[in-house]
């Protein structure tokens, strides 16, 4: 870990696990905001800078798709510079879309345990 705090910004509509990875980040020394739809996810990305976005692809308001495209239709896509998406969504034309924007990658959220979660944040954050 640096010696700097490592901000994430945790975009994820449902609430069990949302919880779940924010407690998970935290405890491994993360400074995360958690917001449970796209539009207050936008509203942090345009008002705070983060090291790490993770964004679901199906929330309310927003979809993480429809975020990344207004981000890019308003020049500030540099805002989520490391995104990560987060699905359970087998739909590789909804991963196809999300890489033309530029994304470090995604996480099929059913495959990661706790462990490998971690691991695979920190992995983003490298």
């Known amino acids: ?15 069990a696990l949302r919880d779940l990875y924010k407690n998970l ?4 020394g993360y400074d995360v905001t958690a917001v449970d739809n ?5 509203d942090q990305l ?4 983060f090291d790490l976005l993770l964004l679901d692809i199906l929330m309310p ?19 989520a510079v490391r995104t990560v998406m987060l699905t359970n969504l087998s739909d590789d034309s909804k991963i ?3 890489l033309k924007y530029g994304i ?3 996480m099929v959220k059913s495959n ?3 462990d490998t979660f971690i691991e695979e944040v920190r992995h983003y954050l490298e």
Do not use: H, N, W
Request: proline share 2%.
């Open 25 to 28: 980040l935290v405890k491994e």
């Open 96 to 98: 196809a879309e999300a």
């Open 1 to 15: 870990m640096d010696d700097f705090t490592k901000t994430i910004l945790l975009a994820e509509d449902e609430s």
């Open 46 to 49: 345009i008002s705070r800078k």
């Open 38 to 42: 796209g539009q207050a996810a936008y």
């Open 61 to 79: 308001k927003l979809s993480g798709l429809d975020l990344l495209e207004r981000l890019q239709k308003e020049d500030k896509l540099g805002a």
């Open 104 to 106: 470090r990658g995604y």
């Open 112 to 114: 990661y345990t706790p």
